[in-house]
């Protein structure tokens, strides 16, 4: 089981990222992801998670209404598009497969993870 995070990469405050997370058919269908993050000497985090159909969101308090999860099935690939930017956002960004298919904000809720990717705000 693996899963490819992308998309990282240094921004200015108040810019954009659009991370990408792809899987294989087996990996990604059916099951719910999410997105977690981990500044330097702080714990992973969660930041949002999506159903298996993408039909139900759900998202951290200190990301919401800047950042969107969506998954397209037919590209075993989801998507955290993250704009307004603060540097308090820096930390390296994991996608994570479900244990099923729903939404999940807990890590142990989850059975796969991906390699990560950095992402720097800078202010």
């Known amino acids: 089981v693996q899963l490819q995070a992308s998309g990282g990469g240094l921004v200015q405050a108040g810019g954009s990222l659009r991370l990408s997370c792809a899987g294989s058919g087996r990996t990604f269908s059916g099951y719910g992801m999410g997105w977690f993050r981990q500044a330097p000497g702080k714990e992973r985090e969660f930041v949002a998670t999506?159903?298996?159909?993408?039909?139900?969101?759900s998202y951290a308090d200190s990301v919401k209404g800047r950042f969107t999860i969506w998954r397209e099935n037919a590209k075993f690939t989801v998507y955290l598009q993250m704009s307004s930017l603060k540097p308090e956002d820096t930390a390296v960004y994991y996608c994570?497969?479900?244990?099923?298919?729903?939404?999940?904000?807990?890590?142990?809720?989850?059975?796969?993870w991906g390699q990560g990717t950095q992402v720097t705000v800078s202010s």
């Open positions: 999506i159903n298996w159909s993408g039909g139900t969101t």
């Open positions: 994570a497969r479900g244990m099923n298919s729903v939404l999940g904000r807990g890590i142990d809720e989850y059975a796969y």
